[in-house]
Every structure is written in structure tokens, then in C-alpha cells.
């Protein structure tokens, strides 16, 4: 079974920085991509992030130029540095881990972590 811990997050001002970080735990896995979703209130989850394990990243439009997303494949840790954040970033950030079994991929999910962007 793996785990994912999630930390950071919390209140932050319009233009100000967050670093959002996903450990992820267990024994006798590999991760292939990981990567971060958020859910605002009322709304779908969606994507914002992703990294492959070799260090390729992909962005949502929304979040692209603002956000970064990196990874400690040793610590099997992935962060999320989010810059000059906005009042439409907040969120509720879940991570995830996509672990290869046999043929198959299972994603795990962490607990997820309030943002909230002040005006």
C-alpha cells in the first residue's frame, strides 16, 4: 500500500508565494508520474500539474509561468512552488502518485490542503 503526506498550504495574500509539498510512503514501489489536482468550492476537480519520473513537467494554462513543480525521486517527495498566486487559486490541492503494478497503474491520492489567496 502507499501513502501520500501532504504539507504547506495554509493563508496567503494576492502576489505572494506557497510551496505545497506529497511524500509518499510505503514499501517495494516505484512511482512513475506525479503530479498535483485542485477543487475549488462548487467546482470539479481539475488538473494543474504533472511530472514524470525523469523530470518532464506539464502545466494547466492557468497556473503555467506561475507554478513549479519538481520532484525528489530518492525521497519519492514531489513539490509544488506556486508564485505570484491569485484569489481564483484557491483551492483545495490534492497530489498524486501513479504506481505501476505488473500491466496495471493505480493512482493514489493525498489528503489534500487548503489554499486560500487573500485580495
Known amino acids: 500500500q502507499v501513502q501520500l503526506e501532504q504539507s504547506g498550504g495554509g493563508l496567503v495574500q494576492a502576489g505572494r508565494s506557497l510551496r505545497l509539498s506529497c511524500a509518499a510512503s510505503?514499501?517495494?514501489?516505484?512511482?512513475?508520474?506525479m503530479g498535483w489536482f485542485r477543487q475549488a468550492p462548487g467546482k470539479q476537480r481539475e488538473w494543474v500539474a504533472t511530472?514524470?519520473?525523469?523530470?518532464?513537467?506539464n502545466y494547466a494554462d492557468s497556473v503555467n509561468g506561475r507554478f513549479t513543480n519538481s520532484r525528489d525521486n530518492a525521497k519519492n517527495t514531489v513539490y509544488l512552488q506556486m508564485n505570484s498566486l491569485k484569489p481564483e487559486d484557491t483551492a483545495v490541492y490534492y497530489c498524486n502518485a501513479d504506481v505501476p503494478r505488473g500491466p496495471h497503474e493505480y493512482r493514489y491520492w493525498g489528503q489534500g490542503t487548503q489554499v486560500t489567496v487573500a485580495s
Open positions: 511530472i514524470t519520473r525523469g523530470g518532464s513537467t
Open positions: 510505503g514499501t517495494g514501489f516505484s512511482i512513475n508520474s
